[in-house]
T-cell receptor, first 114, second 113 residues
Framework: NAGVTQTPKFQVLKTGQSMTLQCAQDMNHNSMYWYRQDPGMGLRLIYYSASEGTTDKGEVPNGYNVSRLNKREFSLRLESAAPSQTSVYFC?????????????FGDGTRLSIL | QKEVEQNSGPLSVPEGAIASLNCTYSDRGSQSFFWYRQYSGKSPELIMFIYSNGDKEDGRFTAQLNKASQYVSLLIRDSQPSDSATYLCAVSAGGTSYGKLTFGQGTILTVHP
């Protein structure tokens, strides 16, 4: 009964380093999303994938890239990490973007950039 | 810029009371409205969603939607200390944009014994 699984749970990077956050869902959902959450703020959409093979920018895409590897997996890459990217990152999935079905979230990745 | 506004609180209510959480949104084309609960250090958890004007009840929770006033609220009856959390309001535009949720900043609710 895993739902949405994110790895790693915690990560500390130095400025300029790169890393990839992994996300996998086992609910056979078509759509997947990446959000960031900063203190005192709601979640902001970084990128989303409406279906396998497609990706689109959200509200705050700068500094990030994504890959929809297959229907289950959606990764987020920071090519050159900056302190402003210190945040909690959440992956979510839903049945599809064209329906009212709610999104289900993973446990998050807490990322610190020094 | 589509906006979703919530009173950040903290909202403090005694155990057993009704907690009322409010949310306003700027996009008149919004179609779907969600309430998520987030405990400190945890991920958001869906508790209610509403699509039509009026009230929707689920156990101790009632969501209320007024599209004319661009207002959605969440009532929690018989509040318990375990309800203490941040409540996030999220709104989507519908059509091909159902998946693009805009979140408010969240309201911190504290239920004291």
């Amino acid at each position: 009964n895993a739902g949405v699984t994110q790895t790693p749970k915690f990560q500390v990077l130095k400025t300029g380093q790169s890393m990839t956050l992994q996300c996998a869902q086992d609910m056979n959902h078509n759509s997947m999303y990446w959000y960031r959450q900063d203190p005192g703020m709601g979640l902001r959409l970084i990128y989303y994938s409406a279906s396998e093979g497609t990706t689109d920018k959200g509200e705050v895409p700068n500094g990030y890239n994504v890959s929809r590897l297959n229907k289950r997996e959606f990764s987020l890459r920071l090519e050159s990490a900056a302190p402003s990217q210190t945040s909690v990152y959440f992956c979510a999935s839903s049945e599809r973007t064209t329906t009212n079905q709610p999104q289900h979230f993973g446990d998050g990745t807490r990322l610190s950039i020094l | 810029q589509k906006e979703v506004e919530q009173n950040s609180g903290p909202l403090s209510v005694p155990e057993g009371a009704i907690a009322s959480l409010n949310c306003t949104y700027s996009d008149r084309g919004s179609q779907s409205f969600f309430w998520y609960r987030q405990y400190s250090g945890k991920s958001p958890e869906l508790i209610m969603f509403i699509y039509s004007n009026g009230d929707k009840e689920d156990g101790r929770f009632t969501a209320q939607l007024n599209k004319a006033s661009q207002y959605v609220s969440l009532l929690i009856r018989d509040s318990q200390p375990s309800d203490s959390a941040t409540y996030l309001c999220a709104v989507s535009a519908g059509g091909t944009s159902y998946g693009k949720l805009t979140f408010g900043q969240g309201t911190i609710l504290t239920v004291h014994p």
